[in-house]
């Protein structure tokens, strides 16, 4: 069974960086697209943004690209994502998921693996 573990969650204040990262084990194939999500307390969960293993090739939600950057390292199977500039409204628990395949995407539903989420709280 794939395994996706988060980490680099944490309190932050405004203006201030995190560095997220996904390490994923037990792997099938090696063509796979890593995606980050959120979920503020009350709100749906939302696409950030996504990229492709074969090519390196990402895909970002709208307004998040900027301040948030996608990157992958292949050979230690972990995907990063590196937020600038967070703001309060970025307070959220940050998922990161996996589907098959090169189909660059942010629906939830075409993702078959998640992890656990880690917390990232912006505040002063």
């Known amino acids: 069974q794939l395994q996706l573990v988060e980490s680099g969650g944490g309190l932050v204040q405004p203006g201030g960086s995190l560095r997220l990262a996904c390490e994923a084990s037990?792997?099938?194939?090696?063509?796979?697209?890593i995606a980050w999500f959120r979920q503020a307390p009350g709100k749906e969960r939302e696409g950030v943004a996504c990229?492709?293993?074969?090519?390196?090739?990402?895909f970002y939600e709208d307004g998040m690209k900027g301040r948030f950057t996608i990157s992958r390292d292949n050979a230690k199977n972990t995907a990063y994502l590196q937020m600038n500039s967070l703001k309060p409204e970025d307070t959220a628990i940050y998922y990161c998921?996996?589907?098959?395949?090169?189909?660059?995407?942010?629906?939830?539903?075409?993702?078959?693996?998640w992890g656990q989420g880690t917390q990232v709280t912006v505040s002063s």
């Open positions: 998921a996996l589907r098959w395949g090169a189909a660059l995407t942010l629906l939830p539903g075409q993702f078959d693996y």
């Open positions: 037990r792997f099938t194939s090696d063509d796979y697209i």
């Open positions: 990229i492709s293993s074969r090519d390196g090739g990402a």
